[in-house]
């Protein structure tokens, strides 16, 4: 089982922007779709975005299409979140997530076997 460790998180001004990395280890990263999730006070844990192993498909949730972009440096075993134009409403915990059916950029939860301990993100209003 792949081990996630997820960092980039912090407290940044609204319209600011962060990058989150998430480092894989353990298992050969490019047999993963990679995503990114997450969860706010008192909310359950929502999908944010996801990307298939060679980064050829991507999906993202409707609230941050054109905010937020996700990538992946197979050779760094690292998946990324670029964050731009934040809102308070982004405010959360964020989750990295390894799914094995690598040839899809899921949006299902449940696609998801592995998990990152999160990062705190805190956009400032």
């Known amino acids: 089982q792949v081990q996630l460790v997820e960092s980039g998180g912090g407290l940044v001004q609204a319209g600011g922007s962060l990058r989150l990395s998430c480092a894989a280890s353990g298992h050969t990263f490019s047999s993963y779709a990679m995503g990114w999730f997450r969860q706010a006070p008192g909310k359950e844990r929502e999908f944010v975005a996801a990307i298939n192993w060679s980064g050829t498909s991507t999906a993202y949730t409707d609230s941050v299409k054109g905010r937020f972009t996700i990538s992946r440096d197979n050779a760094k075993n690292t998946v990324y979140l670029q964050m731009n134009s934040l809102k308070p409403e982004d405010t959360a915990v964020y989750y990295c997530?390894?799914?094995?059916?690598?040839?899809?950029?899921?949006?299902?939860?449940?696609?998801?076997?592995?998990w990152g301990q999160g990062t705190q993100v805190t956009v400032s209003s």
């Open positions: 997530a390894a799914s094995g059916r690598r040839w899809v950029a899921s949006t299902r939860m449940a696609d998801f076997g592995s």
